[in-house]
């Protein structure tokens, strides 16, 4: 850039006289991370641009409005390298990410999943009653809001006063009051990603 200036070719007699201006090349980004990712939620996002100039000024857009950054979601500069990490990655973060350094772009998809529902605890899965008495049968989620359905031999079940599906927090419950003959057979707590099989076996109480 220093070079740019007026130039004079001076012979005495005569004279040139001449302009030289120089211009930057345009800023190109020469290398990035995949255009789309796929993440769970929780997981650490990093998304990045390698420029052919350490200098060039890049702005960074989610959804077409220019991201600011914070302690979540930082914007980064190391050398050519230019980066957005999210440190901790929510359902929110979703989206399309644009790296814009005016003479050259790139843009990234990232498609954000919440992880399987896993059966951390349940009830033991061979269960003995007699009749009337109650019966609990239980299972514990990785997450509160997912959705369980219960099936009693195969047939999905819909509750009623007598068995109670039950859902507290991250429990999965249910409470027949008072054990009949009829209640005996295989039940299934089933959250799609995983599921826990019980035996209950009723027995007639005998005076």
Do not use: H
Request: proline share 4%; with cysteine; hydrophobic share 35%.
């Amino acid at each position: 850039m220093e070079d740019r200036g007026t130039y004079v070719c001076d012979s005495v007699d005569d004279s040139a006289k001449f302009e030289v201006t120089v211009y930057e090349p345009p800023v190109k980004i020469v290398n990035c991370s995949p255009a789309v990712k796929s993440v769970l939620t929780g997981d650490e996002v990093v998304l990045s641009c390698e420029l052919s100039r350490p200098e060039a000024v890049v702005r960074w857009y989610k959804d077409g409005v220019e991201m600011k950054g914070s302690k979540r979601s930082m914007l980064e500069v190391d050398g050519v390298s230019r980066r957005v990490t999210i440190r901790t990655a929510a359902m929110e973060d979703r989206g399309t990410y644009v790296c814009d350094a005016v003479d050259d772009s790139v843009k990234f998809e990232l498609t954000i999943s919440k992880p399987p529902v896993k059966i951390v605890n349940c009830s033991p899965a061979v269960k003995s009653v007699l009749t009337g008495d109650e019966v609990v049968l239980s299972c514990e989620l990785s997450r509160p809001e997912a959705v369980v359905r219960w099936y009693k031999d195969g047939v999905e079940m819909k509750g009623s006063k007598r068995s109670m599906l039950e859902v507290d927090g991250v429990s999965r419950r249910v409470t027949i009051r008072s054990a009949a003959m009829e209640d005996g057979g295989t039940y299934v707590c089933d959250a799609v990603d995983d599921s826990a099989k019980f035996e209950l076996t009723v027995s007639a109480f005998l005076l």
